[in-house]
């Protein structure tokens, strides 16, 4: 009898530590830079409005006049940027471009103390992928979200610019400079462009 109660014992000792053991190498340190439930949910909630920004300006033609105002030409430039572009370190806004795009933006991020960048990207010659920023705000932070949407752009697109006349014409000048090439000379697609916006808390 005696016997069996120290086997018992032994048992009952064993199962601690194993648990023990597997709790410890379950339990993680919660550090301010540690992932919460709270930062999950601004993310989400970050990368819901943005995809809502893409999806509204694309369905009423925002979306794809802010890809087309477009400054071929500018001053003191051997390249072309965004028109009235003021980011001191390349072709891009400093913030939300002037046009219904912008204000989008401004109404989804503008007082939420919400940094963002917006990206376009473009087939280049030979499938090359051509990155050319819209608005650059900064370098994102950790947990950044990135939502894109792609718009089909057609030879007969316009400038919504001062720029006169289509994007199609001014690609083929070789005065004039449009970031994104004609991807198909032989039929009416131009190109088909991603724009990708960045966000993030500051």
Do not use: C, K
């Amino acid at each position: 009898m005696r016997g069996q109660a120290h086997t018992l014992e032994a048992f009952v000792a064993g199962l601690l530590v194993l648990s023990g053991i597997v709790f410890a190498l379950q339990a993680t340190a919660v550090t301010p830079l540690s992932a919460s439930t709270s930062n999950q949910h601004v993310g989400n909630q970050e990368r819901a409005m943005a995809a809502g920004v893409l999806e509204t300006t694309d369905a009423n033609g925002s979306l794809e006049e802010a890809i087309v105002y477009w400054n071929t030409t500018p001053d003191n430039q051997d390249r072309g940027e965004f028109y009235g572009a003021n980011a001191t370190d390349g072709t891009a806004y400093a913030d939300a471009p002037p046009n219904a795009f912008g204000r989008a933006l401004d109404d989804a991020f503008g007082e939420r103390r919400t940094a963002f960048n917006v990206v376009v990207h473009s087939f280049g010659e030979n499938a090359s992928l051509t990155r050319t920023w819209m608005v650059r705000m900064g370098i994102p932070s950790s947990d950044a979200v990135t939502v894109g949407r792609q718009v089909t752009l057609f030879d007969d697109a316009t400038f919504s610019s001062p720029e006169a006349g289509n994007i199609s014409a001014a690609a083929a000048n070789p005065d004039r400079r449009f970031y994104a090439s004609d991807a198909s000379r032989d039929g009416r697609l131009f190109n088909v462009v991603e724009v990708r916006i960045t966000v993030w808390r500051i």
